[in-house]
């Protein structure tokens, strides 16, 4: 596995004058692997947009390693990353305390009468969507920590992350009208409850809609 990343050059409209839906993005990331393509054996890529101190960056998770050059396609020349993720994912274990940072589309399926299928919607809430990923935590192979308040504070302990950013990006489809993508960053601390279905959920995303920006987990060891 790879973990791969490149400033977006924000600066250069022209040159990412393109860049105006999540579809335009997923292009940019499948088109980075040629080599999958040439051969026709395509696999999954989870990516992320991340905004740091001012700076916007394509994140982006991989089986291969992604071509250099098609990487920097829309980037700043000269920023783009590929670091081995495989050593990293070796060493993670049981009861690790861990900072995290996930977008995702969090949704609920509603049951229509007389319909087989639910139908899929989006919670909108900030509450909604807290409760989103409190749900998938355990199963996902972590558990959220608490925050416990100070002895003197009649507060109840709280869990310790936060909604860092909503937003409804448009997803321009081949067929048919665009639509709005619900788009949620969660950031906070969790612990290693189970290392096989956590090592999952890291590779292979959180929710829906992956291959359009949401589902990819990064976390950072607390020292």
């Not at 890529?45 to 071509?67: C, F, M, N, Q, T």
């Not at 949704?107 to 989006?122: E, L, N, S």
Request: aromatic letters at 8%.
């Amino acid at each position: 596995m790879y973990l791969s990343r490149v400033q977006i050059d924000i600066n250069d409209r022209y040159k990412t004058k393109d860049l105006t839906h999540l579809g335009a993005f997923h292009n940019w990331v499948e088109q980075s692997f040629p080599t999958e393509i040439s051969t026709g054996q395509r696999s999954r890529h989870l990516w992320r947009i991340d905004v740091l101190a001012g700076k916007k960056y394509l994140l982006v998770l991989s089986e291969s390693k992604p071509d250099l050059g098609m990487l920097e396609t829309y980037g700043v020349p000269g920023t783009a990353i590929i670091k081995s993720y495989t050593k990293f994912l070796a060493g993670i274990h049981e009861g690790q305390l861990m900072q995290f940072r996930l977008t995702a589309n969090p949704t609920h399926t509603v049951t229509r009468p007389g319909k087989k299928q639910g139908r899929v919607m989006p919670h909108v809430t900030v509450a909604q969507q807290r409760q989103w990923l409190v749900d998938r935590a355990e199963k996902s192979g972590f558990q959220l920590i608490e925050q416990v308040p100070d002895n003197d504070s009649e507060q109840p302990a709280t869990l310790a992350f936060d909604i860092v950013n909503r937003e409804w990006p448009m997803l321009h489809r081949k067929v048919g009208r665009g639509v709005r993508l619900s788009c949620v960053t969660f950031e906070g601390l969790l612990r290693v409850s189970d290392v096989d279905d956590f090592k999952h959920t890291l590779t292979n995303g959180l929710g829906r809609e992956k291959a359009f920006g949401m589902g990819l987990m990064t976390v950072i060891p607390e020292a």
